[in-house]
C-alpha cells in the first residue's frame, strides 16, 4: 500500500539553507576582485579619468548583479523553491533531469544537454557546510522520481488513493 500523500510529506527529509554566490564560492571573491582592479587601472590609464574609471568599475557591479543577492533555497517533497527579494520559482523534482556532486554541493540540471550551456538552466546548490545533507536530499528524491513517484509524489499517491477507492 502506497503512503498517502500527507504521510510522504511527513516522512520526507526537508533542507533549506541560503546562497550568496559572493560569499560562497571563493573563487568568484578573487576573480571579481582581481577584474574591478584590471579594469580600473585600465580605464584610467587610457582616460587618466576618475571618473570614468568608476563608471566601468559601478557597470561591472551592475553587471554582477546576481553574486550580490542572497537566495533563500528549500528543498522538500514538493520541489525546489528559490526565494529572494525579486520573487519567488519553484522547480519541480520532476522537471530535474540530472544531478551532478561538486566539491561545494550538487547542481541540478534542468535539460539532459550535457554542452556547456546547460548550466544557464541549472540549479547550483553550493554550501559547504551543509554538503552532505544536499547530497543526500537530492538523491532521495532523485531516486523517489526514478521510482515514479518524483515530485509529483504528493499527486501520484493522491492518484493511487483515487484509484483504490473507485475500485471498491
Not at 533563500?72 to 529572494?84: A, E, F, V, Y
Not at 561538486?102 to 547550483?124: C, K, M, N, R, W
Amino acid at each position: 500500500m502506497a503512503p498517502s500523500s500527507r504521510e510522504f510529506e511527513t516522512q520526507s527529509p526537508e533542507l533549506s539553507l541560503v546562497r550568496l554566490p559572493i560569499r560562497d564560492d571563493h573563487f568568484a571573491q578573487a576573480a571579481m576582485a582581481v577584474m574591478l582592479v584590471v579594469l580600473a587601472s585600465l580605464t584610467y590609464s587610457g582616460t587618466v579619468s576618475v571618473w570614468i574609471s568608476l563608471v566601468v568599475v559601478l557597470a561591472c557591479l551592475v553587471a554582477s548583479w546576481k553574486m550580490f543577492v542572497p537566495v533563500k533555497i528549500d528543498l522538500g517533497p514538493r520541489g525546489i523553491i528559490q526565494t529572494s527579494f525579486l520573487g519567488s520559482r519553484k522547480t519541480p523534482w520532476r522537471e530535474i533531469a540530472r544531478y551532478e556532486l561538486h566539491e561545494q554541493g550538487v547542481v541540478l540540471y534542468l535539460t539532459q544537454d550535457e554542452s556547456p550551456l546547460a548550466g544557464f538552466t541549472s540549479i547550483d546548490l553550493a554550501c559547504r557546510k551543509m554538503r552532505p545533507e544536499l547530497e543526500s536530499i537530492v538523491r532521495f528524491y532523485m531516486e523517489s522520481r526514478r521510482l515514479r513517484t518524483g515530485s509529483s509524489i504528493v499527486r501520484m499517491a493522491d492518484d493511487f488513493s483515487n484509484s483504490k477507492s473507485e475500485a471498491s
